[in-house]
Nanobody
Framework: VQLQASGGGLVQAGGSLRLSCAAS????????MGWFRQAPGKEREFVAS????????SYAEFVKGRFTISRDNAKNTVSLQMNSLKPEDTAVYYC????????????????WGQGTQVTVSS
């Protein structure tokens, strides 16, 4: 299984970025897809997830109204549109996959991408 994240970069506060994650080696539609992030010196934290059909999404409170997660099961991709970025959004962002029958906890995400750096300057 491979999850390849891309789209990170340097952006000014208030700007936007779109992260993408391409999955291979798994039956993509059987997996809940999530985005997590880890800032320097901090623990990895949940950002957003999208269920198998894309109809149900969940967000961390600190990104609600600013970030949108979506998936394309035909292309085996999941995206995270990030708007109104803040310096505190600076982190390495990871996409991950959780088999749909497992409970929603970070440890149940069995597959992880390599991460993509997002840096928001003030």
């Amino acid at each position: 299984v491979q999850l390849q994240a891309s789209g990170g970069g340097l952006v000014q506060a208030g700007g936007s970025l779109r992260l993408s994650c391409a999955a291979s080696g798994l039956t993509f539609s059987n997996y809940v897809m999530g985005w997590f992030r880890q800032a320097p010196g901090k623990e990895r934290e949940f950002v957003a997830s999208v269920r198998r059909t894309g109809g149900a999404t969940s967000y961390a409170e600190f990104v609600k109204g600013r970030f949108t997660i979506s998936r394309d099961n035909a292309k085996n991709t999941v995206s995270l549109q990030m708007n109104s970025l803040k310096p505190e959004d600076t982190a390495v962002y990871y996409c991950a996959a959780r088999y749909f029958t497992t409970p929603e906890t970070m440890r149940n995400y069995a597959y992880w991408g390599q991460g993509t750096q997002v840096t928001v300057s003030s």
